[in-house]
């Protein structure tokens, strides 16, 4: 009958819980008894009265917790943020720790895959060592800065490894497996979207004339297209300040980057700024690495 939002994975801010150095603030729903359409007035009471500060005095005292458990947590979230500043030192834009854990058991849950996942292990040849303040020295993969490829078979762990790139962006929580996965804050996810709203968004880096003679510098349309969609998406993106650019092949327009396009492979700008990083699974350019998924 007392329920607060469940937090996921990741450490963000949360409108359920506010904390400053002079008070704890916790927003919950408390469902009161009832007889029908009457609320049961001591029951209420004793529910309101009784139960609620139990529940207070043994979840949000620190004497109740686990002083351990929650100094790891800090840990945690203070360590990727150290592994995090230190990507552009490193000329990097992502950055796997050797050991993590990266499948998920379902589409819907986001928790770590506990049967049958492998650790990852990084190749040799892009093997980095970075440093946390707590856990020390880290090993992993690091993704260089450039146009990056991802290839392999299927089921080879190719979307995993990108879903996993992509929420880097975000701190995870100890023992997520993505806890020291990171990546460059203004990494963005682009994808196709078909039905989607477009409004005064110059995708002509992309797509250079449409039929009947429509404009593509100030494209506006209420239902778009795969291709037209991930176009508007991909400038959106650059013009929002994105420095990162992930694109996943099985939710791509792909001929936004086919070779016989007259568009292909052309630097894109917006407000005078090239286009970002691009990392992606399949692009039709010469990667600056490619690999195989390690597990």
Request: glycine share 10%; net charge neutral.
């Amino acid at each position: 009958m007392i329920s607060i939002v469940r937090p996921s994975q990741a450490i963000l801010s949360r409108s359920a819980a506010k904390v400053t150095a002079a008070a704890v603030e916790l927003r919950f729903t408390v469902g009161l008894p009832a007889f029908g359409r009457r609320i049961a007035g001591r029951q209420a009471a004793v529910l309101l009265c009784e139960a609620v500060p139990e529940l207070v005095g043994q979840t949000l005292r620190y004497r109740s917790l686990n002083s351990k458990a929650l100094a790891r947590h800090c840990d945690t979230a203070e360590d990727a943020e150290a592994l995090r500043r230190q990507l552009a030192e490193q000329g990097l834009i992502a950055f796997v720790a050797d050991g993590a854990v990266l499948p998920r058991r379902s589409g819907v849950d986001e928790r770590p895959l506990l049967e049958q996942a492998i650790p990852f292990q990084a190749p040799d040849w892009l093997r980095v060592t970075l440093h946390c303040p707590n856990a020390g020295n880290v090993t992993g993969m690091g993704i260089p800065q450039g146009i990056t490829l991802i290839v392999g078979g299927g089921y080879h762990g190719k979307s995993t490894l990108l879903r996993a790139i992509e929420a880097g962006v975000y701190n995870h929580i100890p023992g997520d497996g993505r806890h020291q996965v990171v990546t460059d804050p203004g990494a963005v996810k682009v994808r196709a979207e078909d039905g989607r709203s477009i409004a005064g968004v110059d995708i002509s880096p992309f797509i250079g004339s449409l039929p009947q003679g429509k404009s593509t510098r100030h494209f506006s349309t209420a239902n778009a297209s795969g291709s037209t969609s991930q176009a508007a998406n991909i400038i959106e993106a650059l013009e929002s300040g994105a420095t990162m650019l992930l694109v996943d092949e099985d939710t791509s327009a792909y001929q936004l980057y086919d070779s016989r396009s007259p568009h292909a492979g052309v630097d894109c700008q917006t407000s005078g700024s090239p286009l970002p990083h691009l990392s992606t699974k399949c692009v039709n350019s010469t990667p600056t690495m490619a690999y195989p998924p390690c597990w």
